[in-house]
């Protein structure tokens, strides 16, 4: 019986615990306030640095379901963004200030924390306004705010935890992941990556490959890239069209070429291969837009560096407006919010090459799930790359390439095509772009449920 008054007593507590000052009272745009708890607020981590959080309760159950991390990448880019274009509850409309309940949110079956990292992201910030990092120290910080968010919310801490994130989230999930694995506290059971940086060499290789068989760069004047990792590029292009290039990456994490034929140039650090006036760059999105605004670096603050083929006009009226940012508690220190800032992309070290070894240690624990997935049409970090870096981690194969499928409701669809290691699975989803959820949001919610749930895919 005293147990039993024990266990009542501290259940009680629990709910006690969130804190009630950061709580969302009341969201602008809605035409209905949600039926869970959302809160957002601040986690201080070290240097005096903020990072901003929007927390959103699981609509089915919370104190049962999974407590997931979401981080947008860049680096420099707001994890808001996956938000509300993407996977969180509410997605924000063309006219900037109204929002629409998402049918596929992930917090349908989890708790979903959105943090914003690091400092100068978003509404995260410094007191120093000091906004120079890399990732060691983004890994640290990130690790710091996830101690914050459970001492906040001590009622999740024996939940199963996953972190998930896209795109630079392929650096800064697994070096979290090596550091929370060590955290026995913490109740971690896997990592999920989207359209990951996992490899540079891997990523901008497998480029030709994928523009290749995209219609990017014909037969006739197809100008190939020999680089010394995949001599098999010669293959792909006729001997007369071939251009014999050697690869490698110097102490800037840049890739450096040695030109052995003259049809090409490099511009500014890019490659350019002419083909009848046409120009395809192989480069990621992030390099050739760092190229761009170094030029203009002194006025990084008046630059918008927006991911291509994306809008964030609406998400950038609707967080600025004051209503809003009262109504998420942010601080009157935070800088403007822009989807991604410059400042902080400019002033990163990029560290890692590739995340080879944290993967094999998580691995190695035999006790995580690892999730790599690629929209199959994302050319930032192409499915070719990664499904490469998969493979070269050599894990025991389960379960042969096939299609996965998922319902629509109405009928069955080929979501794209999975292969399965232990603990380890590769996925990619057919017709998507970079921001899997944000293009295919059924087949990505089908995805992130059988993950977290441990079904088959």
Known sequence: MFHLVLSLLFGALGTLCAPEADEIKFLPGLQKQPNFKQYSGYFNVADNKHLHYWFVESQKDPAASPVV??????????????????????????????????????????????????????????????????????SMNN?????????????????????????Y???????????????????????????????????????????????????????????????????VCAPANFISVK????????????????????????????????????HEWTQLWNQKLKGVASLYKLVRLDPPCTNSTPSTLYLNNPYVKAALHISPSALPWVVCSAEVNLNYNRLYMDVRKQYLKLLGALKYRVLVYNGDVDMACNFLGDEWFVESLQQEVQV?????????????????????????????????????????????????SRFIKKQPY
């Open 143 to 167: 690790y710091l705010a996830l101690k914050e968010f459970f001492k906040a919310f001590p009622e999740y801490i024996k939940n199963e935890f996953f972190l998930t994130g896209e795109s």
């Open 169 to 235: 989230g392929g650096i800064y999930i697994p070096t979290l992941a090596e550091r929370v694995m060590e955290d026995t506290s913490m109740n971690l059971q896997g990592i999920a990556v989207g359209n990951g940086m996992s490899s540079y060499e891997m990523n901008d290789n497998s480029l030709v490959y994928f523009a290749y068989y995209h219609g990017l760069l014909g037969t006739r004047y197809c100008y190939c890239l020999f680089l010394v990792s995949y001599p098999g590029l010669r293959s």
């Open 247 to 282: 690869a490698g990456y110097d102490g800037t994490n840049r890739l450096v070429l040695s030109q052995a034929r003259g049809d090409f140039n490099i511009d500014n650090g890019h490659l350019v291969i002419r083909d009848l006036g046409n120009s395809f760059i192989n």
């Open 69 to 138: 991390l979401w981080l947008n990448g860049g680096p420099g880019c707001s994890s808001l963004d996956g938000l509300l274009t993407e996977h969180g509850p509410f997605l924000i409309q063309n006219d900037g200030m109204s929002l629409e309940y998402n049918p596929y949110s992930w917090n349908m079956i989890a708790n979903v924390l959105y943090l914003e990292s690091p400092a100068g992201v978003g509404f995260s910030y410094s007191d120093d306004s000091n906004y120079t990092t890399n990732d060691t120290e983004v």
């Open 400 to 448: 042969k390439r096939r299609p996965w499928l998922y319902y629509t409701g109405e009928s069955q669809q080929v979501g794209g095509f999975v292969k399965e290691f232990s603990n380890l699975a590769f996925l990619t989803v057919k017709g998507s772009g970079h921001m899997v959820p944000t293009d295919k949001p059924i087949a990505a919610f089908t995805m992130f």
